[in-house]
């Protein structure tokens, strides 16, 4: 999604459709013949931050502070109160963990920095709970072409307005959000962490697998958006604003079954070229846009196809764990993008969840009987949603353990498997410590960004602020905590 493209660009569809089918037949015979880079463990990282001013409201200034700044690795998303970070791709054995938490420090600082000059602070939050109905209007997209024809595209497939429809779990609190809107801006909300894993067609069925298989632990262990317009709702309450964000089905078709573009899945893989074809099959044309290149022509000339077509499709199609094509240096590599994730809340609770990730998915890809052959798919799908509704508090399904607690599942099962995954990435048993110390003191303590926040405005509100104010005070100390370095775990309570 990072190319410029105009509505003019647009072609015939039955054109692309046939383009974009010689694209995965180029892939396929790129797998046959064994065309991509070798099986070397590379990692990456982007991270969105979300803008706010001194007041705490959202802070519609991404370009002045692009505007501002000198760093590369710093460039615009969805929302004028949006900015990304995309880190280099570097490799996990040693200390190489400790230098990306310091790039990361770095990379935020820098846009501290860029900010402040313009009178905003950048802040790593699942979603800002200060936004306002009126921040997720269409005006409050970003400036670019690429976001306005997709919002376009996006609400003529839709033909009506999109929906957000969250209630919070039942039991829990007596809350419901209910709103219509015109755009795909509150997409923009959704404020998240993506890790990348470079891997060979031999390798990414298994490893995309045990994405899947803990998404549901990822997310639980995660959780940092528990609110949404004034309400508090789901513990990651992401998930399902990004699933009604861009959902272009009207009622009818949801039921009738058709699938929505944020979508986990409907079965285990058992090639990379299969979810490729399933995001052709299932899921007409955003974009549909037509490059010169013949994929199979270059093939023939001993050259890696840009496959322009085929990426741009599988961009409009955000499954949580997405297959990735691209090219370096004349080279083509597939990657693992896990989205899970959300941002935050520090730097370093960031690198304790992509170790944890990293670690977990080599050491389950390694077991003899790894769990996606004694779970159903659906098990995994429960699990997900689980684990974004109630965070630490879930009950997940997991082979040989039933049902169980996340923080017991955890402690008992999983941070012994990521440390013997880190141990085959060969990092440094001192840095796994460090990383993974933090996933168990979150278990322990049952402390996530989410429950941290929603403590905090509790507090609060018994002391007599509205829940508004409650809010930007909250955040207030959240950003504080943030700039420190230091893990949510850790984090006080103060009413």
């Not at 004028?80 to 990361?104: F, K, S, Y």
């Not at 998915?361 to 779970?375: G, K, N, Q, T, Y």
Request: aromatic share 6%; net charge negative.
């Amino acid at each position: 999604m990072g190319r410029v493209v105009t509505r003019t660009d647009l072609s015939d569809r039955e054109l692309y459709r046939t383009k974009v089918r010689r694209c995965l037949d180029a892939l396929r015979r790129m797998v046959r013949e064994d065309r991509f880079a070798v099986d070397e463990l590379r990692t990456g990282v982007e991270l969105e931050l979300a803008l706010v001013d001194q007041a705490m409201e959202p802070a519609m200034l991404n370009h002045a502070v692009l505007d501002r700044s000198a760093s590369d690795l710093l460039t615009t998303e969805l929302g004028r109160w949006n900015l990304e970070i995309n880190l280099p791709p570097r490799t996990l054995p040693g200390t190489a963990a400790c230098q990306l938490e310091n790039d990361v420090v770095s990379a935020i600082a820098g846009a501290r920095r860029s900010a402040a000059v313009v009178g905003a602070t950048p802040v790593t939050i699942g979603i800002l709970p200060t936004l306002g109905a009126e921040h997720l209007d269409s005006d409050q997209l970003t400036d670019d072409p690429r976001y306005d024809l997709l919002n376009r595209q996006m609400v003529d497939a839709r033909g009506e307005p999109f929906r957000l429809d969250i209630t919070a779990p039942s039991g829990e609190r007596d809350e419901h959000l209910v709103l219509d809107v015109d755009s795909i801006a509150p997409e923009a909300a959704c404020t998240s962490l993506q890790l990348h894993l470079q891997l060979t067609p031999e390798t990414f069925p298994a490893h995309w697998n045990a994405a899947q298989a803990v998404a549901g632990v990822q997310v639980a262990l995660a959780a940092n958006s528990p609110f949404l317009l004034g309400h508090r709702l789901w513990a990651e309450t992401r998930v399902p604003l990004f699933e009604q964000a861009v959902d272009v089905r009207p009622v009818e078709l949801r039921n009738q079954g058709v699938r929505p573009r944020v979508w986990f899945g409907d079965r285990w893989a058992s090639s990379v070229t299969d979810l490729f074809e399933e995001n052709i099959r299932y899921f007409p044309a955003l974009l549909p846009i037509v490059d010169d290149e013949d994929p199979l022509a270059a093939l023939d000339a001993g050259r890696a196809p840009g496959l322009q077509e085929l990426r741009l499709h599988s961009g409009t199609v955000w499954r949580w764990n997405r297959p990735v094509y691209d090219v370096a240096d004349g080279v083509a590599h597939l990657r693992l993008e896990n989205r899970v994730l959300p941002a935050g809340p520090t730097a370093i609770d960031a690198v304790a969840n992509a170790l944890f990730f990293y670690g977990l998915v080599r050491a389950l890809v390694a077991l003899e009987h790894p769990p996606w052959r004694s779970m159903t798919f659906e098990a995994a799908h429960d699990n997900f949603v689980a684990g974004a509704r109630h965070g630490l508090d879930a009950e997940l399904f997991w082979p040989g353990a039933a049902t169980v607690g996340v923080d017991r599942l955890v402690l008992d099962r999983l941070l012994p498997l990521a440390r013997e995954g880190l141990r085959a990435w060969d990092v440094e048993p001192s840095v796994s410590d460090r990383y993974l110390s933090i996933i168990e003191a979150r278990c322990r303590t049952g402390c996530t960004g989410a429950s941290w926040q929603t403590q905090m405005v509790a507090a609060l509100e018994k002391n007599g602020c509205p829940r508004p104010v409650a809010m930007r005070r909250m955040l207030e100390r959240y950003v504080v905590h943030m700039s420190a370095n230091v893990p949510v775990h850790t984090w006080p309570v103060m009413e």
